[in-house]
C-alpha cells in the first residue's frame, strides 16, 4: 500500500474563500492553474478552515449571547464569554476545565481544545466552527474532483489538534473519503516471524501531519495533493474515533 516515495504538492493561488463558494471549483481552477492535475489514486488534503468558510460556518461573535454558565467558566478561564458560549454549544461533553484551557468532546467526538472553535484566520470579530458533518464534505469533495478529472481520488479534511503527553500540534483527519483511513497489519507477521496483534496505522491522520508540512499556518496554502499513496478504499474519519467502551482514559 505504502510506497517507497510519495510527493506532497501544496496547491497555491486559491483566493480567500466566501460563504457558498464552490470550494470543488475553486480547487480544480487552482490545480489546474498549477499545471498539476489529478491522477488515480491522488488524495487531496484541505485545511478544515477552507470547508468552514465555503460552507458558511463562520459565526460573528457580537451575534452571541453568553449564558450564564459561560461567563461564570469565562471568568475562571480568561476567556471572552461569547467564546465559551459558542464553545458549549459545539460541545458534547466537557473533558477538562484547567490552567486557561476548555478541553471538550465536540458534538462530532472529537476530543480537543475548544470543540475546534477557533478565531485564526479568520476576519476580526468572527470564530470558525468545524464542518457540520467533516466525512460528507470529504465525500462531496471527492464526487467534485473525481468527475471533474475522471479518475477516483481521495479527499481528506484535516484540522490541528493537540496531542496528550507531546508537546507540539499537529494535522490529523477529521473527515475522509474515498481512502482507508486506517492500516491494518494484524495477522501479518514482521521481519522476525512474529504474528503482529494490534498494529493499525492511522494513515489518514499521517497524510494529513505530512500535508500540513507543506500547508503551514501562514502560507496561504489551503490544500496539498498527495501522490503516490496507493490507499483508494472504503472508510470515513469516524473510523478513527475510538469507541468509549474501548477508551482506557474515560
Known amino acids: 500500500m505504502l510506497s517507497p516515495e510519495i510527493r506532497l504538492i501544496g496547491v497555491t493561488g486559491i483566493p480567500e474563500i466566501q460563504a457558498g463558494d464552490s470550494l470543488g471549483s475553486l480547487l480544480a481552477g487552482a490545480i489546474s492553474r498549477n499545471a ?3 491522477v488515480s489514486g491522488d488524495i ?12 458558511g460556518r463562520l459565526l460573528r461573535l ?3 449571547r453568553p449564558g450564564e454558565l459561560a461567563g461564570q467558566w469565562a471568568e475562571r478561564l480568561g476567556k471572552d464569554p461569547r467564546l465559551v458560549e459558542v464553545i458549549l454549544r459545539e460541545s458534547h461533553r466537557v473533558v477538562r476545565m484547567d490552567r486557561g484551557r476548555l478541553i471538550v468532546e465536540s458534538r462530532h467526538g472529537f476530543v480537543c481544545a475548544n470543540a475546534g472553535v477557533d478565531t485564526s484566520n479568520t ?5 470558525a466552527l468545524l464542518p457540520a458533518d467533516p466525512d460528507a464534505s470529504a465525500e462531496a469533495l471527492r464526487q467534485d474532483l473525481s468527475e471533474r478529472w475522471g479518475v477516483p481520488v481521495g479527499v481528506i479534511v484535516s484540522d490541528t489538534f493537540g496531542r496528550p503527553w507531546r508537546e ?4 490529523v483527519a477529521l473527515g475522509s473519503a474515498g481512502l482507508t483511513p486506517l492500516l491494518d497489519y494484524r495477522g501479518q507477521t514482521d521481519t522476525f516471524g512474529q504474528s503482529l496483534r494490534a498494529t493499525v496505522v492511522a494513515l489518514a491522520d499521517e497524510l494529513a501531519a505530512a500535508a500540513e508540512l507543506v500547508m503551514g499556518k501562514t502560507r496561504q496554502i489551503p490544500a496539498v495533493v498527495v501522490r503516490g499513496v496507493a ?7 469516524r473510523d ?7 477508551d482506557l482514559f474515560r
Do not use: C, F, Y
Open 168 to 171: 507540539g500540534l499537529t494535522n
Open 44 to 55: 487531496v488534503v484541505v485545511a478544515q478552515k477552507a470547508v468552514s468558510k465555503a460552507e
Open 231 to 237: 490507499a483508494a478504499g472504503e472508510g470515513s474519519g
Open 240 to 246: 478513527l474515533l475510538r469507541a468509549a467502551e474501548q
Open 62 to 64: 457580537d451575534e452571541v
Open 123 to 127: 476576519p476580526p470579530g468572527t470564530v
Open 36 to 38: 498539476i492535475g489529478l
